[in-house]
């Protein structure tokens, strides 16, 4: 009896051993899950730049383009690709690059457009428009954004291209948060 007791002892044991070996395996693999998709992203970014800023000056003419970090307090706003305008265009364009662009980016999106003053005051009464950078997008991500007035740009075989056809109408984020109609 006390063979079979201590049969089952070592057993649970070795089970108790096993399961910290594969808990251990199974945290070192999240972590570098976790960093691949940070690369990819990071990777998505550099791909897209060139040609984000290529199309936010030529094509909706803004004077300064760039990567935005703001912090107030302990909060901060990233955006991955800004432009702003002053003069007679007096536009900001909030973008967002993604290496596989989902339903969930348009809200996020959004809540950068809308809180571009809180962190960007000097923004303040220009129209503000959000857009989406992706390699690659759900349709109905894709639609979504279209639905919403984000202004979609895609990679495809040579480089990036801006996506919103005929009818496309872009939503301005700044009005209602000091902007006058």
Do not use: W
């Not at 070192?28 to 984000?52: C, D, H, I, M, W």
């Not at 984000?150 to 996506?163: G, H, M, P, Q, W």
């Amino acid at each position: 009896m006390d063979n079979n007791f201590d049969s089952v002892r070592q057993l649970l044991d070795e089970l108790a051993i096993a399961q910290k070996e594969t808990d251990l395996v199974v945290r070192r693999t999240q972590k570098q899950l976790g960093e691949l998709g940070n690369k990819l992203g990071s990777f998505a970014e550099g791909l897209a730049y060139p040609t984000v800023e290529r199309i936010m000056l030529e094509e909706f003419h803004m004077d300064t383009v760039g990567p935005v970090r703001s912090r107030k307090g302990s909060e901060t706003l990233e955006i991955d690709a800004f432009g702003y305008a002053n003069g007679s265009i007096n536009t900001v364009i909030v973008g967002e690059i993604k290496s596989h662009f989902r339903e969930h980016h348009v809200e996020q999106i959004e809540q950068a457009c809308q809180r571009l003053f809180n962190f960007l005051p000097e923004h303040r009464g220009k129209k503000v428009y959000g857009m989406v950078i992706f390699v690659k997008g759900d349709q109905n991500a894709i639609q979504l954004a279209a639905m919403h007035g984000i202004y979609t740009v895609e990679a495809n075989d040579e480089n990036f291209k801006l996506r919103n056809g005929k009818g496309f109408v872009p939503r301005d984020f700044g009005l209602g948060l000091g902007q006058v109609a």
